[in-house]
């Protein structure tokens, strides 16, 4: 009988939610597998101590940061693969113990000011396989300890002037395949070197305004990475040029400063093909006012 019971109590799945079945994670909390499970909500019955909740490929249309609120010692959301368009800013930390959250391959297009306000503890977050256009300076506002920010495969066109700012301790950074052209003068700092790069297969426009950037991977070229799968190699020439055209397919690296801001040529007066060239060279041309200078003899 005695062993019965322990038989039940070791083996017995430690949840009855179908659909899920709870165990461990490789770092042994307590974890339960919910994917592919048809889920549009979190389901009512599983237990308040989980620290990990996985709910891949399921069929989350919104993510109510309160419906995680029941458990308490949240360490990891895995929302990969859901329908999620939008994420609401909370005024409140209402999963102050959330370190890990995997948004990726969701529905998301933009992330408006204050994104994560409800998990200002994540240390790893996962945008990848979104559709997301834009950012602001304040979509991480508050994410004073992330380490790892992944918003590769987005439509990203502009890097906010100050979107770095409040990711004091940020590591690896992923903002490959996006459609960025440029990154903003003095991007990086206050922090600065961001030991993991990824920037590869963005349409870099290799003009005056990338000066930045070609500095700053001169000086951190060894941090500048691209990944296969979970293999990462070092590649700082992974940063091409797409225009202008005539730096296209050039990595950015092998382009001298001249080439990528040359000094502005002298451009002769030319005819802009629609005003005739006499009236064209009179509107431009002014003849310098004469100036008057008196000087007053006392
Ligand atoms: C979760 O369960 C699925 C099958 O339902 C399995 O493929 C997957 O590896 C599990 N994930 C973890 C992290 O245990």
Not at 64 to 75: A, C, H, K, L, V
Not at 198 to 215: E, H, I, T, V
């Amino acid at each position: 009988m005695h062993i019965f019971l322990l038989f039940v109590l070791l083996v017995a799945p430690v949840t009855a939610v179908p659909g899920c079945h709870g165990g461990r994670d490789k770092d042994h909390r307590r974890q339960e597998n919910c994917t592919a499970a048809g889920f549009t909500g979190v389901p009512a019955g599983l237990e308040p101590a989980t620290k990990v909740l996985l709910f891949p490929q399921n069929l989350f249309s919104s993510l109510s940061w309160s419906s995680f609120q029941i458990f308490t010692e949240i360490y990891e959301i895995d929302l990969t693969g859901n329908k999620v368009p939008e994420l609401t800013p909370s005024s409140a930390p209402i999963l102050p113990s959330l370190s890990v959250l995997r948004l990726g391959s969701n529905r998301l297009t933009s992330l408006p000011d204050g994104s994560f306000s409800a998990c200002p503890a994540l240390t790893e977050l996962y945008l990848e396989g979104n559709a997301v256009v834009s950012l602001s300076d304040n979509t991480f506002s508050g994410l004073s300890k992330l380490e790892i920010l992944d918003l590769s495969y987005n439509r990203i066109q502009v890097l906010p002037q100050l979107m770095l700012q409040p990711l004091a301790v940020i590591e690896t950074l992923y903002i490959e395949y996006n459609k960025v052209l440029t990154v903003p003068d003095g991007w990086f700092s206050p922090k600065e070197e961001v030991p993991y790069l990824f920037l590869s297969a963005n349409p870099w426009a290799c003009s005056c305004s990338l000066g930045y950037l070609r500095g700053y991977l001169d000086e951190y070229e060894y941090n500048v990475y691209v990944r296969n799968g979970p293999i990462i190699m070092t590649d700082p020439l992974s940063v091409v040029c797409d225009s202008p055209r005539r730096h296209k397919a050039t990595a950015v690296l092998n382009l001298e400063e001249s080439e990528l801001c040359p000094p502005e040529p002298v451009h002769p007066i030319r005819g802009d093909g629609n005003k005739p060239m006499e009236t064209v060279f009179k509107a431009t041309t002014t003849t310098p006012k004469a100036t008057t200078t008196t000087i007053s003899r006392n």
